[in-house]
């Protein structure tokens, strides 16, 4: 409900999703055209690659890390404490309601054009149906890393700077900046391990390759499986330790 | 003037007192920042992996042009950071203090916090500038020096003009924030050559949106990549039409603004 009063906020993050999508598509059209290393055959997967991560961080970007602050750092979440239902699972619900607004307004809008500017059959239905299993994963694992940064923005009273390191941790090593691939080998072999490639790389690698065996896509759903269940579990019991913890000055 | 400016003053010194209850932040804050230089010099480094030229700007182009896009927006949000806080101030019935005071409103609000961290990021775009220097076009002779300030104060001007004008917007509607988070994500690729983006989003840019006078244009000029000073006259024109729009609009909003109700 909440986000239905802020329409107006999701409308325009739509079009300044749809703005990143072309810079997106001209700088790196840019960087094909100039290029002797990469064949001009690869511009349209990493178009893709770039532009549909972008617009699944905003899909995705549900702001838990300021609720999260605000809402301790307040008082106000004694009233989450007090609920029936426990502190992590409201704080997952509320995510899914700002989450089903954006994907109204920001991903299906977003998704649309890119499909638009990229060649007809590029995608194929096994594909796609691969990328919506793993649409869910990603939304997780962003999910609650935006969670522990609220949380690490607590204990250390700086909400703005963790908030902004976290940003830009999260673009690059998502592959929503640089595509992993046409990163060094062993850098990306590294970043391949890391929680953050399930946000972008993952959904997008399975969308864009028509060619990856089923074996490496076990690997890549299984590895993001991993990761959602780990980083629940650290979540889970980050909160109720602070929770145990909490004092509320009375006002 | 010079009571606005010792009114400056004033509100600094209170500012910065404010500041040392949170030096955490602060310094938390300092070490985020560099995490995100790091990064984006990282990205650059990644794609000049990849090719020797972005439309035939070469590497030390770029990071030159990315250097003075970090002065221009450590300078513009130096001054004009609390942008962000209207929409709230607006929206919680807190902005009223702004209008009742015999001061101007626009001045007020904005004197009232000073953004100490963007300091660091003027420092980081100074360094970063001088150690693409040698390899572009321009040279640290006391004209060209002259010449690079001028520039810099000049694109500031224009982007505090596009920061003030978006924020306005949180007078009629609550897009003001994620505007100026707009603002800030195109201002952030502003350093690319305005080639690369083909004629219909090269004149938007130069236009309606004319981000490409916050750095492209500017970087031609003090790398030799123009002879042509018309830009720097369009530029001129441009910030004047925009801080007259911008503050026409700030005031108006102003004088329509009523306490929300309770």
């Not at chain 1, 106000?76 to 089903?100: C, E, K, N, W, Y």
């Amino acid at each position: 409900m909440t986000m239905i009063t802020y329409r107006w906020e999701c409308m325009f993050a739509a079009v300044s999703s749809l703005f990143t999508v072309f810079f997106a598509y001209y700088l790196w059209r840019a960087v094909y055209r100039a290029s002797t290393t990469l064949s001009t055959q690869g511009f349209e997967v990493t178009f893709a690659y770039v532009a549909i991560s972008v617009v699944l961080l905003v899909t995705f970007n549900t702001s838990a890390e300021t609720n999260i602050s605000r809402s301790i750092i307040s008082g106000d979440v004694i009233r989450d404490i007090v609920r029936p239902l426990g502190f992590h699972d409201s704080q997952i619900a509320a995510a899914i309601g700002t989450m089903g607004l954006r994907f109204l307004l920001v991903f299906i809008p977003c998704m649309t054009v890119i499909l638009l500017l990229l060649p007809h059959g590029m995608i194929g239905a096994r594909n796609v149906w691969l990328f919506a299993a793993s649409l869910s994963g990603s939304f997780i694992i962003l999910l609650h890393i935006d969670m522990l940064t609220g949380l690490v923005a607590i204990k250390t009273e700086a909400v703005w700077g963790v908030r902004l390191a976290k940003e830009y941790i999260v673009s690059v090593f998502s592959g929503a900046l640089i595509p992993l691939y046409l990163l060094p080998s062993s850098l990306s072999k590294v970043m391949l391990l890391l929680p953050f490639q399930g946000i972008c790389h993952t959904p997008v690698t399975l969308l864009t390759s028509r060619s990856m065996s089923g074996m490496e896509m076990c690997r890549l759903l299984g590895m993001q499986l991993f990761w959602c269940v780990v980083l629940m579990l650290v979540v889970n019991r980050a909160l109720k330790r602070l929770i145990t913890k909490i004092e509320i000055n009375g006002g | 003037m010079k009571r606005h400016v010792q009114l400056y003053l004033m509100f600094l010194s209170k500012h910065l007192k404010t500041l040392m209850v949170y030096r955490a932040d602060f310094v938390i804050g300092i070490v985020c920042l560099l995490l995100s230089f790091a990064l984006a010099r990282f990205s650059i480094w990644a794609i000049f992996q990849r090719t020797q030229n972005i439309d035939g700007w070469i590497k030390s182009e770029i990071i030159f042009a990315y250097g003075y896009n970090l002065m221009v927006s450590g300078v513009a949000w130096l001054f004009f950071n609390q942008a962000w806080g209207l929409r709230d101030a607006v929206t919680s019935g807190g902005f009223i203090k702004y209008k009742i005071r015999p001061l101007n409103p626009l001045f007020h609000f904005f004197a009232e916090s000073f953004d100490i961290r963007s300091i660091a990021t003027i420092a980081l775009g100074v360094l970063t500038l001088h150690a693409a220097a040698g390899s572009t076009g321009f040279h640290w002779t006391l004209p060209r020096t002259g010449e690079l300030v001028l520039l810099t104060l000049m694109s500031a001007a224009l982007f505090a003009g596009m920061i003030v004008l978006a924020s306005a917007m949180a007078f009629w509607f609550t897009i003001s924030n994620p505007l100026l988070g707009f603002l800030a994500s195109i201002h952030g690729v502003a350093y690319f050559p305005l080639g690369i983006y083909g004629r219909m989003m090269g004149t938007l840019l130069s236009t309606l949106l004319p981000i490409a006078f916050v750095s492209f244009y500017p970087c031609s000029i003090l790398m030799g990549k123009t002879p042509s000073v018309v830009p720097l006259y369009a530029m001129l024109g441009i910030i004047v039409v925009l801080w007259m729009v911008a503050v026409r609009l700030w005031l108006k909003g102003v004088q329509r603004y009523e306490l929300p109700a309770t």
